[in-house]
């Protein structure tokens, strides 16, 4: 993305005028951001020339200084202040943040935004608060990909505030007068490219990395709980071939069978000096060969000079120092680990001692002067002196062959005294390693001796320095006299002894950190900036163990990762992968390739890896049990790695699936986007199973898949059978049938979307225990529906007649369905008046009408009878709805012991037919001949029976005539009188109940539910 595009129009006094700086908009206040404090006061003190006047920000440990400035073509004040490090970070949104809330493999595909930490806050909070007063924004960060990439963090976050804001880049690599002088000077493009490449790897660490490590936390867990119970066992793209470098190197080493070789030795002692003579065999792994040759060499032991070769010998000074190297040096030699010491280099950098430390260059610019930084380390007394011969002399740096065109190797900017601790040392180590870079290679005389024994040919090699030169600042190294005796060529002499020594092969040695990183820089494992955090953290994770001396050592729970993995056939702690991330990393950082390529490319690679994985993950089991011992048994539900496959859109913009209640039982649509987005649609207990099907919805504005369902026996309407597949938002006969609440189709506002909704048991006792437009399946007055305790306010939930019309008791109102639905609110039309009535639900008023008695009757109240023959109470709607403050009829004797009468005052009384029944149609207009049934497609119902087991069989019921696939779904039952609202079957079948109800039952068996037998004697058991 190209900011902006400016001109050089001319240059006065070593300061730039820019073409789009003109008097007429001539820029007052300029926000000037670091990548730290420290190098924000820095760089203020050195522009302000140490009159710059500070004052606190919003963060109290990011300060705020403000100088005047002669920059852009003219003089500005200047407000600089900093971030500490990256202020925002790639985060999951929803309930892809919670472990539990979804598969780990849907991370791969999961929507992640920037979002800035809680505790970085503060900071994000003072540049909104410093940038509404600035027209103009620099970027001071540092100069590697991290740096580019958190100031483009930093223009998010003020352009979210000031959209038109110019945005300008600093470049430097040190901290000095000259070079911020420089960076002012030649003002950048912010590099959009640079910045691509770090939101890529950020990314993927995110998605492959939560993938893998909620995978193996979750599962390791529950296997090895005595050990693993409380540990995080993290997964990351680098940190694993980081480990598996590791466990290759000491599996090397335990598997090392070593073997016995030998080898003739010759030595000459002569004045006092000693040679030894090496053969130029080496070794045999033959003991008997070797004998026969010694036994030869002894049959006549003289040696014979063959060659004496005199040659001058020399040690190269060290090359200029990048991050690589200083981390490997600094662990070997000063015994820091890489971590300390680039947190001590950094520190020293934002001081203004040390030039920039993360850099991949080892050779210093053709045209960089380096005198003033030897210059100014004479006045050291323990290297002061030397300083001055290389000025003598001249300063030649042995350059090597990297470069990234960004800075410069790592040297000493300023000399100081006041350090103490490792700071001294790391100083320290910097400017000798500088001063030795400048200097001349040691010089020396090597001569090398050839002998020769009975036709067997042995070396030996004597060296003379004579000129320490770089060594004499450079005590790292190592270079001393090897003295031997005089010898001439043609000369004969009889040897101090020969023999055969024996030996036997050694193991390879065990990884130092300093061989780790060499080995991370080898197979491109990271960067220069990385390499200590990943050794870091499998240090952290206990996956690898460091000995006294320093070597690696891998952990039982980092050896069982890998092997793990190992057994399953993929390299996954092999470097090839990563490394071909780093390189399309390169690439993009090249403008070679795009970014959304690369990320759609690995996010592939990786997802493949990882359902493979998931599918063998027992092999990790396996492989750990061996440090760990047995693995507990775990049942397949407790741990589900299947992902859920999306339903559809949210109106969030998130995904609707269906996921299974915390305690397994139930079943429920979801949106991804929770808690943010509350939207949620509650399965009856009666769906045992529901999957997405791949089918999409012919009806639905938007692509919805439709739900394969499947059901408890009896618990749904004979029409729907065992299964049923359709779509949960626009099947009205599906949706009435399960009593689901219904979304809408159309987008919306978060701000609408409904919450989940509340159980009864947690309402305050004497309130209306449901919702309003609870679907119960009551019939009211006007055919309107509501639920157990909703008036005719309550929205246009039809449900097939008959299913709940049960004989009063503790089953009453419960529905054809026979489990408890979820309580929510409705969101359906309220049904056209009609001139049918039915009696209220006896709970319908409780705690919400004004049930005073005459204490609303006027004067123009008409004398109604409820059905025990007494004159009805008047009173009024109280519960919230359309219809609050609406006056009806009731039965005025307390409730359950008088009749279900009801009638609204403001309609016409109904005119009963107790002989007629109604059967009401989904979706259709009623029909009260009782006869000529027809469907939603206005053709004749066709007169099935129930045949399916259970208190229905032998029922007569409505259903459309046309194939199940092509019909309309309609259902009715046929023997429901509906103008007194009573259930024929019930009352005169099969299932009859006699008496006032309270009639024994028969028991039932628990199993089969049938009669006659009892649990333990049920067939089903056998």
């Known amino acids: 993305m190209v900011l902006f595009k400016f001109a050089l129009k001319t240059t006065f006094y070593g ?33 302000s020339r140490g009159h710059y006047r500070r004052r606190d920000g919003i963060s109290k440990f990011n300060k705020i200084y403000e100088f005047e400035y002669n920059i852009l073509g003219g003089q500005h004040t200047m407000t600089m202040t900093s971030v500490s490090g990256h202020l925002l970070n790639f985060e999951f949104t929803g309930q892809y943040r919670n472990w539990q809330g979804c598969s780990p493999v849907a991370l791969f595909d999961a929507p992640v935004e920037k979002q800035c930490l809680e505790n970085y806050t503060p900071i994000k909070r003072s540049l909104e608060k410093e940038v509404r007063g600035c027209q103009t924004l620099i970027i001071w960060t540092d100069g590697d990909r991290e740096g580019e990439n958190i100031g483009f ?6 352009r979210a505030i000031k959209p038109n804001i110019r945005v300008y880049r600093a470049r430097f690599s040190e901290i000095t007068p000259q070079a911020i002088q420089r960076a002012c000077n030649n003002l950048l493009e912010p590099d959009q490219n640079t910045s691509d490449a770090v939101d890529v790897r950020s990314e993927l660490d995110l998605r492959i990395g939560a993938a893998f490590t909620r995978l193996q936390t979750m599962r390791l867990q529950k296997r090895f709980p005595q050990v693993l119970s409380q540990m995080l066992i993290s997964y990351g793209s680098c940190q694993f071939p980081t480990l598996g470098f590791v466990v290759e190197r000491y599996k090397q080493v335990q598997n090392f069978v070593p073997e016995p070789f030998w080898k003739i030795k010759v030595t000459s ?3 006092g000096r000693l040679a030894d003579f090496t053969w130029d065999r080496n070794r045999l792994f033959d003991q008997e060969a070797c004998y026969v040759l010694l036994c030869h060499c002894l049959e006549n032991p003289v040696a014979k000079v063959t060659e004496v070769i005199k040659k001058p010998k020399s040690k190269w000074r060290p090359q200029p120092l990048d991050t690589v190297e200083l981390e490997k040096l600094a662990s070997r030699k000063l015994r820091i680990n890489a971590k300390e010491t680039m947190r001590i280099a950094e520190k020293l950098y934002t001081q203004g001692y040390i030039s920039y430390p993360r850099t991949e260059t080892n050779q210093f610019p053709k045209d960089m002067d380096l005198r003033p930084l030897i210059q100014a380390q004479t006045a050291d007394p323990n290297w002061g002196g030397f300083a001055d011969r290389v000025l003598t002399d001249g300063p030649n740096p042995r350059n090597g062959n990297k470069t990234d065109n960004a800075h410069p190797p790592i040297h000493p900017l300023k000399y100081t005294n006041n350090l103490q601790g490792n700071e001294a040392r790391v100083y320290e180590f910097i400017i000798r390693h500088f001063l030795a870079t400048c200097a001349k290679d040691a010089q020396g005389a090597e001569t090398k001796i050839v002998i020769n024994i009975q036709d067997e040919i042995f070396k030996c090699s004597g060296l ?10 450079y005590p790292y190294d190592n270079w001393s006299d090897k003295v031997i005796p005089t010898f001439e060529q043609g000369e004969t002499f009889e040897p101090s002894s020969i023999e055969m020594v024996e030996g036997e092969t050694m193991p390879p040695k065990l990884l130092t950190e300093a061989d780790l990183i060499a080995l991370m820089e080898k197979h491109g494992i990271g960067t220069d900036a990385t390499h200590a955090d990943h050794i870091e953290r499998i240090k952290d994770r206990r996956y690898v163990g460091l000995q006294p001396d320093g070597k690696f050592v891998p952990g039982e729970l980092g050896m069982g990762l890998v092997e793990g993995y190992d057994a399953m056939g993929f390299e996954m702690s092999k470097p090839h992968l990563r490394r071909e991330l780093e390189a399309d990393l390169k690439r993009i950082c090249e403008g070679r390739k795009n970014k959304d390529v690369v990320l759609q490319e690995q996010v592939s690679k990786y997802r493949d890896v990882f359902i493979e994985a998931s599918q063998q993950v027992e092999k990790i089991d396996e492989a750990l049990s061996r440090y760990f011992g047995q693995a507990v048994q775990i049942q397949p539900q407790d741990i589900n790695f299947e992902p859920l496959t999306p339903l559809r859109k949210c109106s969030c913009g998130s995904d609707l699936v269906i996921k299974k209640k915390k305690d397994g039982n139930g079943l429920y649509v979801t949106c991804m986007g929770f ?28 692509p919805t898949h439709l739900v394969a369902l499947k059901f408890k026996r009896g618990s749904v309407p004979p029409s729907l059978g065992n299964e049923y597949t359709g779509c949960v938002l626009c099947d ?51 055919n309107q529906t509501w639920g157990q305790n909703d008036w005719p306010q309550g929205q246009n939930n039809y449900q097939p007649r008959g299913q709940n019309n049960q004989p009063r008791g503790k089953n009453r109102g419960r529905g054809f369905n026979k489990f408890p639905k979820p309580r929510q609110p409705s969101s359906r039309k309220p049904r056209q008046a009609n001139t049918k009535w039915q009696k209220r639900p006896a709970a319908a008023v409780t705690g919400n009408v004004n049930r005073t008695m005459g204490g609303d009757q006027g004067n123009n109240q008409q004398d109604i009878e409820c059905s025990c023959g007494e004159n009805a109470a008047l009173l009024s709607v109280r519960k919230e709805g359309h219809n609050k403050g609406r006056k009806f009829y009731a039965c005025k004797k307390p409730q359950g012991t008088g009749c279900d009468f009801f009638q609204w005052a403001d309609q016409p009384p109904p005119q009963n037919n107790p002989t007629t029944y109604t059967h009401h149609q989904p979706g259709g207009p009623s029909n009260s001949s009782g006869s000529g049934i027809k469907c939603n497609c206005g053709e004749n119902a066709k007169l099935l029976t129930v045949c399916k087991d259970g ?36 009352s005169t079948g099969p299932n009859r109940q006699r008496g006032n109800g309270n009639a024994p039952k028969k028991r039932k068996c628990g199993l089969c539910k049938q009669e006659g037998h009892t649990k333990k004697t049920c067939p089903q058991n056998n």
């Not at 963090?153 to 003020?158: D, F, K, L, S, T």
């Open 15 to 47: 300061k730039l005028w820019f073409s789009s700086a003109s008097s007429k908009d001539k820029m007052v206040r300029i926000l000037n951001v670091a990548e730290k404090n420290d190098a924000a006061k820095s760089i203020a003190d050195l522009m």
């Open 153 to 158: 963090e930093i223009i998010q976050v003020c």
């Open 269 to 271: 002692k002569t004045e």
């Open 464 to 473: 003379s320095i004579l000129a320490r030169n770089y060594l004499e600042v």
């Open 675 to 702: 808690p943010d987005c509350k939207t949620s649609v509650w399965f009856p207990n009666g769906v045992i199973e529901a999957k997405v099907d791949e089918a999409l919805c012919p009806r639905c504005q938007e």
């Open 732 to 782: 009205d006969y599906l949706i009435e049938s399960l009593d689901l609440k219904k979304l809408s189709n159309q987008p919306r506002n978060n701000a609408e979307i409904r919450t989940a909704p509340l159980r009864q048991a947690n309402r305050p006792q004497g309130q209306n225990n449901q919702p309003q437009g609870q679907n119960n399946w009551h019939q009211g007055p006007n």
């Open 951 to 986: 208190q229905n069989k032998g029922r007569p019921f409505h259903s459309c005539s046309k194939p199940r696939d092509e019909g309309c779904g309609f259902f009715a039952w046929a023997d429901v009188d509906e103008n007194r609202g009573e259930d024929l079957w019930l």
